[in-house]
Each structure stands twice: as structure tokens, then as C-alpha cells.
Nanobody
Framework: QRQLVESGGGLVQAGGSLRLTCVDSERAFRSAVMRWFRQAPGKEREFVAY????????AYSDSVKGRFTISRDNAKNTVYLQMNTLKPEDTGVYYC?????WGQGTQVTVSS
């Protein structure tokens, strides 16, 4: 059984929005930093966003800053990634991460 399960990906036109969700089955979620990464075809996996356990501190890669928002609901063991003003270069598989644990990923495709 996977500890992290992502959902919410899909096909969207440039300028559109998607909201990714990652549900964690472990209690460790509530005290853990959570991160989102993505991997475009033929490229290495790259950092997208980070949120502290409290939710009070976040950080973003320069490429998504101002367009993406990471948030979490510790009562639901869930972390979100709200993605607005999507661009074709945002296309890739998006992964949720907690320490050494990874989800299976969810595909995001942005058409021009």
C-alpha cells in the first residue's frame, strides 16, 4: 500500500488551472515537511514547492513562484498544490514527497 497518493492531474489549456491533492496514510504527515516535485519528459525530477509541518512556511521554485500555491490540511493528512496560469512548460508528472517517501505521481499536460 502506497503511503502517498496523488490525484488531480489532467489535460488543461495554457492559462488554465489545476489543483493537485496528495493524501498521506501515515501519522508522520502531521510533523513532516512536505514537498512537490515534477519531472518533464527527458528531464530530471525538479523541486516545485515546500511546506513546513505547521503550514506557516512555504517556498517555491522560481519557475512557479506567483502562480502555484502549496497548502496542507493536517486534520486530513493532505497536501495540495494549486496551479494557476499554467504554461506548456509546466507539463510533467507531479510527485508528492515526504522524506524518502514518494507517491506514484499524477500527470499534468498543458496544451498551447
Amino acid at each position: 500500500q502506497r503511503q502517498l497518493v496523488e490525484s488531480g492531474g489532467g489535460l488543461v489549456q495554457a492559462g488554465g488551472s489545476l489543483r493537485l491533492t496528495c493524501v498521506d496514510s501515515e501519522r508522520a504527515f502531521r510533523s513532516a515537511v512536505m514537498r512537490w516535485f515534477r519531472q518533464a519528459p527527458g528531464k530530471e525530477r525538479e523541486f516545485v514547492a515546500y511546506i513546513a509541518a505547521s503550514g506557516r512556511t512555504t517556498a517555491y521554485s522560481d519557475s512557479v513562484k506567483g502562480r502555484f500555491t502549496i497548502s496542507r490540511d493536517n486534520a486530513k493528512n493532505t497536501v495540495y498544490l494549486q496551479m494557476n496560469t499554467l504554461k506548456p512548460e509546466d507539463t510533467g508528472v507531479y510527485y508528492c514527497n515526504r522524506e524518502a517517501i514518494w507517491g506514484q505521481g499524477t500527470q499534468v499536460t498543458v496544451s498551447s
